[in-house]
């Protein structure tokens, strides 16, 4: 359900995508030609599944359609308990809300080189807030429980982005080059471009 969700989201906002995509992409490159600054693929890979991550989850967050209900909590785990374990209540908006920031937490920890908990916390925690103070005012809920588990799923992300951190000082030396990580990221790359073509209506083969 969730892939599905993800496709229909990328099928709804791919023209403004690939605009930006084009746009971002060549004044990127034009900026790393005029500094004279060295390309690194993998890096520069990872930035745009960032910006595409925050482009879908600004969509997501703000649909007013995928939501049905309206309101303000501020009592916490008053929604989260209101669920059954193992109900589809309970992955759409327990599971979901919690895996919705695992990424936000990597890419964030990953960026600012986070070495303590707290270095995403807050950051995670004025993100949901804010998030959650708008949806409020485009005819969506205020939840407090969203903010608790938007933050543990940054909490998570921040713990993936250690242990990947000292897995890959421990890894040999070829597989923690920039020529390892940028061949990955060019296949990644290209079977993002084959499935985004897929998404645009547009068949290869």
Not at 119 to 125: A, E, M, T, V
Not at 145 to 155: E, P
Request: hydrophobic share 55%; with cysteine; proline share 2%.
């Amino acid at each position: 359900m969730a892939v599905n969700l993800i496709a229909n989201t990328l099928k709804g906002i791919w023209p403004m995508l690939t605009i930006f995509l084009v746009v971002i992409i060549s004044i990127r490159i034009t900026y790393l030609k005029v500094n004279h600054e060295k390309l690194v693929f993998y890096k520069e890979f990872m930035s745009l599944i960032f910006v595409i991550y925050a482009l879908l989850l600004y969509n997501l967050l703000t649909n007013t359609e995928l939501n049905q209900t309206s309101g303000f909590n501020l009592v916490p785990f008053t929604e989260i308990l209101r669920y059954k374990i193992g109900s589809t209540g309970f992955y759409w908006n327990v599971i979901g809300n919690i895996l919705l920031f695992v990424p936000f937490g990597y890419f964030v920890s990953s960026y600012v080189k986070a070495n303590k908990v707290n270095h995403i916390l807050i950051i995670s925690i004025l993100t949901s807030a804010t998030v959650e103070f708008v949806q409020y005012f485009i005819g969506r809920s205020f939840d407090v429980d969203d903010i608790i588990l938007n933050v543990t799923g940054a909490i998570i992300g921040f713990l993936l982005y250690i242990g990947f951190s000292a897995i890959k000082r421990h890894l040999p030396k070829v597989f923690r080059s920039d020529t390892f990580y940028n061949i990955l990221c060019a296949i990644l790359c290209f079977v993002a471009f084959i499935y985004y073509l897929k998404i645009m209506g547009i068949q290869i083969g």
